[in-house]
């Protein structure tokens, strides 16, 4: 081979080795402990994450706790995590606590969809309800509309089938405990930022309000949708006016009942829809470190989300994903 042929061969391979290189520096091994804290409804899908992660990066070890939302502000305000994981947005107060300590607020990063779903016992034939009949439920406050308390199954019976639970069937209400972001959540938009009533039941986990609700057919509960199974029956929801104390919604200002699926998620139709979140510290102007930054771009890839919507959650629209993977560059 003349002098004229080698010369475009070697220069071809010295681009190869530099490509080669460049791809090996983009891949190279991320090593470190992710911790994380806060919301037990994120918690099977955070461990799912960290599962397949790790898979790809066998040196990075991760501690996880979820004992409820209400744990992550303070653990991120301390320093005692690297993410903040919540089923609900960080509070006023919350976040104006991390401010004053730092100079700046959390970055707050959507990564799925989910919607708080209401739900029976099989045997209880009723099939739909309304806000201002379930704020008469839980709240001593009935800030959503209702004129009296709502204590038994035969006060439903205009919400969708006769119950068949007429005289004194007493409605159990079971719900999360006070440390839930889907607590607050539920708390806020279904008692219309109320006060629950004393008897009703709290389970620290979704799971177990849904076994609870299972196993009595004169139960109702609210958990988060991925933790829904075949042991219930969901009602659809129908939304009322935001009204004064007391007052009671006409038939105009109630909407039409809707169940919760992907679609009215998204939609915002299903009165219960909300989003989940995990919480960063990051100093504005400064990069995200690298290895909590590439498991944040995990979560928002495609593979990210295909596990959201494996495990019951609802993954966010291209358009979303392009926001938030900009929060964490």
């Known amino acids: 081979m003349n002098r004229a042929r080698r010369v475009p061969t070697m220069l071809a391979a010295l681009l190869g080795l530099v490509a080669v290189s460049q791809a090996l520096a983009s891949t190279h091994e991320l090593s470190g402990t992710l911790t994380s804290a806060g919301s037990d409804s994120l918690g099977a899908l955070l461990w799912r ?16 706790q979820a004992l409820g939302s209400a744990t992550a502000p303070a653990a991120l305000l301390e320093g005692a995590t690297d993410f903040g994981v919540m089923s609900r947005v960080m509070s006023s107060h919350e976040e104006q606590a991390f401010t004053d300590r730092y100079g700046y607020p959390p970055t707050r990063i959507k990564v799925a969809l989910d919607a708080i779903v209401i739900f029976v016992n099989p045997d209880n034939p009723l099939t739909q309800i309304r806000i201002d009949q379930l704020d008469a439920i839980y709240s001593v406050t009935r800030r959503c509309g209702a004129d009296r308390p ?13 119950t068949e639970r007429s005289g004194h069937h007493a409605i159990l209400a079971i719900g999360r405990n006070a440390a839930s972001g889907t607590h607050e959540h539920f708390r806020i938009d279904a008692l219309c930022n109320g006060r629950f009533r004393d008897d009703v039941v709290e389970w620290p986990g979704n799971g177990a309000v849904v076994d609870a609700v299972a196993e009595n057919p004169d139960a109702i509960g609210y958990a988060a949708m991925a933790f829904v199974n075949g042991r219930v029956r969901t009602l659809a929801l129908a939304a009322t006016a935001r009204q ?27 009165p219960l829809a909300r989003a989940m979140y995990v ?7 400064r990069k995200v470190a690298e290895l909590p930054r590439a498991f944040i771009e995990f979560i928002l890839s495609s593979e990210g989300q295909t596990i959201v919507a494996h495990e019951g959650f609802i993954p966010l629209a291209a358009s979303d994903l392009s926001t938030e993977r900009a929060r964490v560059q």
Not at 57 to 64: E, I, L, N, T
Not at 279 to 285: D, R
């Open 150 to 162: 709502i204590g038994f199954w035969n006060a439903l019976s205009d919400s969708g089938g006769s």
């Open 49 to 64: 994450w960290s599962e397949a992660f790790g898979s790809a990066h066998p040196s990075v070890r991760f501690q996880m």
């Open 279 to 285: 919480y960063l510290n990051h100093a504005p102007q």
């Open 244 to 270: 004064t104390a007391n007052a009671v919604p006409d038939s105009a200002s109630i909407e039409q009942p809707v169940s919760a699926t992907p679609e009215t998620v998204r939609s915002g139709q299903y």
